[in-house]
């Protein structure tokens, strides 16, 4: 009988060691003396103790990061750039047999392939079409990892680095961009304003009483601004008769008033007739009080 315990005691030990608890999101590839049994769990599995063992392969998914990398772009321009790798197993037992570390696999294919893809593109490229170079990455080491029981569900490029003096040019690049963007719209408003200057124009050409209302409403404007000082212009269309009697009156005397108003006149315009002369002081000088 005591032989009996013993042995039912070392049955029970052996068969409580050869329990193993598999997690929901986990999946164990047991072997049976060296050679592959099955894929097991998840839940409360049996495994015998010595004549066979098991590898835990979890199924979620792992975000594995890939290291800057030295990259020259098409164009010559040497910079670094990351990534991050969204990778699960579909298989587990071709991840455990087909290769040794999938991981670590996984790994420095992705590393590999981010310069190549990288490499093939220039800097505006990496830069612009991040989407493009992320689909070309997730398919390329798709494809690798599939015979390794890897499913890649996404490739994504975290950061590109760029050298300081590459910084320096596009930001003066950008600086030109904005500075161009404003002389042209600068230069519409212009084109826009003439046009509107024009079309008043014509419309006060066609109207003569416009300008005369036009008038009166700077007049009013400069007064509700409190001024001590109100400027009246004077036509020169006024003075247009007396200047054309004095031109047509050629050496005879003249009076003073014609004199002084084309005095006046050629002042305005900003050089003096010909053989034109300027009033005495003594008739200038009751003028220039009036004035």
Not at 96 to 120: D, F, H, M, P
């Amino acid at each position: 009988m005591d032989a009996l315990a013993i042995v039912a005691v070392v049955a029970a030990l052996y068969t409580l060691s050869s329990l193993r608890i598999i997690k929901q999101y986990e999946r164990a590839v047991a072997f049976f003396l060296g050679r592959y049994w099955n894929t097991k769990g998840p839940g409360l599995v049996f495994l015998p103790t010595m004549i066979a063992h098991m590898h835990r392969v979890s199924l979620r998914i792992v975000a594995l990061d890939i290291p800057p990398q030295d990259v020259i772009t098409r164009d010559n321009i040497s910079l670094k750039v990351n990534a991050v790798l969204y990778m699960k197993v579909k298989d587990p037992a071709a991840a455990i047999i087909g290769i040794e570390n999938y991981l670590y696999a996984t790994s420095q294919l992705a590393q590999t392939t981010l310069r190549s893809v990288c490499g093939q593109h220039q800097l505006d490229e990496i830069l612009s079409e991040r989407e493009k170079i992320n689909e070309t990455l997730k398919a390329i080491i798709d494809m690798r990892t599939d015979e390794w029981g890897i499913e890649v569900s996404a490739v994504e490029v975290k950061d590109v680095d760029l050298p300081v003096e590459m910084k320096r040019a596009m930001a003066r690049q950008a600086e030109a961009e904005r500075e161009r963007r404003a002389k042209v719209i600068n230069a519409e408003g212009e084109l826009q304003a003439s046009e509107k200057l024009a079309q008043a124009a014509h419309v006060i050409g066609s109207e003569p009483a416009a300008i005369t209302l036009r008038f009166l409403q700077t007049v009013s404007e400069i007064a509700s601004e409190k001024n001590s000082t109100t400027f009246f212009p004077l036509p020169i269309d006024l003075l247009r008769p007396f200047l054309g009697a004095y031109r047509q009156g050629g050496d005879a005397p003249q009076s003073p008033a014609p004199a002084l108003a084309s005095a006046v006149v050629q002042a305005a315009l900003g050089s003096p007739a010909p053989g034109a002369a300027l009033p005495p002081p003594a008739a200038r000088e009751p003028a220039e009080r009036r004035g």
